[in-house]
């Protein structure tokens, strides 16, 4: 029975170690390279799309989604609708 305990301990630590191993090699690896670059590009690309050019970087959850479907910034929107109400 000990045996068998130790042998599924076993298992899983190799399991986590090979996990481990996995991991470090794709931040080596040219592939690894690649997909850390491909995700720095949406990163920036995602806060281009949350910068106002006037009112600077929002939140996501704060912007308001045009009937179009496009995504504005709500002090511009509010600006549009409402009138300038700062
Ligand atoms: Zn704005």
Avoid at 31 to 49: T, V, Y
Avoid at 54 to 61: A, S, V
């Amino acid at each position: 029975m000990n045996v068998i305990i130790l042998e599924s301990v076993l298992f899983v630590a190799l399991l986590a170690v090979v996990g481990a191993l996995f991991v470090t090699a794709l931040g080596i690896t040219p592939l690894g390279r690649r997909l850390r670059q491909s995700a720095n590009r949406k990163r920036i690309d995602k806060q281009a799309e949350l910068t106002c050019p006037i009112h600077g970087l929002q939140r996501e959850q704060d912007l308001v989604r045009l009937s179009a479907g496009e995504p504005l910034c709500p002090h511009c929107y509010q600006e549009a609708v409402h009138g300038h109400l700062d």
